[in-house]
T-cell receptor, first 113, second 109 residues
Framework: DAGVIQSPRHEVTEMGQEVTLRCKPI?????LFWYRQTMMRGLELLIY????????DSGMPEDRFSAKMPNASFSTLKIQPSEPRDSAVYFC???????????FGNGTRLTVT | AQRVTQPEKLLSVFKGAPVELKCNYS??????LFWYVQYSRQRLQLLLR??SRESIKGFTADLNKGETSFHLKKPFAQEEDSAMYYC???????????FGTGTQLKVEL
């Protein structure tokens, strides 16, 4: 198993542009999480899905952020329009049932200039 | 609301010295706690969880409900322990893992 796969690894964009981050969870995992990592705030949960359904999006900072999970093997996190303060590393993680641990992707480092 | 506090952003120790990374939590229910580690240029990975009561890479952590703490300890630090450590809380029955802000451990020779 290749683990959780995120793309791109790095994204540099200008303020105002749309950014789409992608994630492929581990096959068979039924929960998917999007986290944002910054020096100041550490790891913040943005949103998570259970069986492709968004369960808790209270961590999504603004309406500029949206996330979808059209099927069990794919999710996107979109920022439109992007702002410099969105610069961070965005992690996707997936988890199976019960007390199984989170498995993280390598993250996408986003820089908005 | 649940909260995880890691008071130290950076902890620097000498090789061979004991290590204690502090973690306190706030949750009214029955907590489930984890430690995750992120080595340089690697993805976050699970280090240990309190329900397993295990020792991984020499690290242990005991849940103290009275003090609402789950400190990570190791008697003798090694250079390869240098990494970012995150304490995390899973609220019982739920699927939401709340992380602390992390502690960067630096083991010096």
């Amino acid at each position: 198993d290749a683990g959780v796969i995120q793309s791109p690894r790095h994204e540099v964009t200008e303020m105002g542009q749309e950014v789409t981050l992608r994630c492929k969870p581990i096959s068979g995992h039924n929960s998917l999480f999007w986290y944002r990592q910054t020096m100041m705030r550490g790891l913040e949960l943005l949103i998570y899905f259970n069986n492709n359904v968004p369960i808790d999006d209270s961590g999504m900072p603004e309406d500029r952020f949206s996330a979808k999970m059209p099927n069990a093997s794919f999710s996107t996190l979109k920022i439109q329009p992007s702002e410099p303060r969105d610069s961070a590393v965005y992690f996707c993680a997936s988890r199976g049932t019960g007390t199984s641990p989170l498995h993280f992707g390598n993250g996408t480092r986003l820089t908005v200039t | 609301a649940q909260r995880v506090t890691q008071p130290e952003k950076l902890l620097s120790v000498f090789k061979g010295a004991p290590v204690e990374l502090k973690c306190n939590y706030s949750y009214s229910g029955s907590p489930e706690l984890f430690w995750y580690v992120q080595y340089s240029r690697q993805r976050l990975q699970l280090l240990l969880r309190h329900i397993s009561r295990e020792s991984i890479k020499g690290f242990t952590a005991d849940l103290n409900k009275g003090e609402t703490s789950f400190h990570l300890k190791k008697p003798f630090a090694q250079e390869e322990d240098s990494a970012m450590y995150y304490c995390a809380l899973n609220t019982g029955g739920g699927n939401k893992l709340t992380f602390g802000t992390g502690t960067q451990l630096k083991v010096e020779l």
